[in-house]
């Protein structure tokens, strides 16, 4: 993302000093900072760009340019956006709003639909509410169950309780929570998946460590004990 034009650079990881083309922002919406990026797959390289106040749909046209169009999504301020292709789902992470007394964290669950008469179109599908506060902003995930690649959870990280939630889009139940010792690892920032040796794990960022919980095919979930990375960070 380019902050003084608010466009979107597309790179050859082969050479990123110059980027390939840009995706420009739509025009007469108010511009401010993008937060992420999202290709979605398929022949037409199309892309989810996501702001702190809209989510939009750019779509290459034969031309060789990109075209966008906003998302129908609830306002608010936005913290993060993820997408998972295989179910075609957009988890969108508001923060809560100051000053506006039980206002909380909401994450809402989302099915992308697109066709040529009618564009991309969303359909709530749940909102998960989360803590009261957010001082940092945090990324949430949404990741395939390693034991069912039908079953979607919803990994996000709150900072009010300093604890990982995982909910199921089974039955949007709170499937498993982690706490994290504020003292000890910082505020929770992001939380995404890990895959090694193959074995699966789920990683929690904080401003100081990554926790990693790893998978359970026995029990089918994720071990309550952590191990923690201590983050080196340059002066």
Avoid at 133 to 155: E, F, G, K, M, Y
Avoid at 164 to 170: D, L, P
Avoid at 182 to 192: F, L, M, Q, R, T
């Amino acid at each position: 993302a380019v902050v003084s034009t608010q466009s979107t650079g597309v790179f050859d990881i082969r050479n990123t000093k110059e980027s390939l083309e840009s995706i420009m922002p739509i025009e007469n919406i108010k511009k401010c900072p993008i937060i992420s990026v999202v290709s979605l797959p398929g022949e037409t390289s199309d892309v989810l760009v996501s702001s702190l106040m809209t989510v939009s749909h750019h779509k290459k046209t034969s031309e060789g340019n990109y075209h966008g169009e906003l998302l129908g999504i609830p306002p608010g301020a936005i913290s993060s956006v993820a997408y998972d292709s295989d179910s075609s789902n957009l988890l969108v992470s508001y923060k809560p709003v100051l000053g506006t007394k039980g206002s909380s964290e909401q994450h809402v669950l989302m099915k992308l639909t697109d066709s040529k008469e009618t564009g991309m179109q969303t359909e709530i599908i749940n909102t998960f509410k989360g803590g009261s506060t957010q001082a940092l902003r945090c990324r949430s995930s949404l990741i395939s169950c390693p034991d069912d690649d039908n079953h979607l959870l919803v990994c996000l990280g709150e900072q009010e309780s300093n604890s990982i939630k995982i909910w199921s889009t089974k039955n949007m139940k709170m499937f498993q929570q982690f706490p994290i010792k504020k003292d000890e690892s910082g505020p929770i920032i992001a939380v995404g998946p890990h895959r090694a040796a193959g074995t699966d794990y789920l990683c929690g960022l904080t401003n100081q460590r990554i926790v990693q919980y790893k998978w359970l095919l026995s029990e089918s979930h994720f071990e309550n004990n952590s191990v923690a990375y201590q983050i080196d960070v340059p002066n």
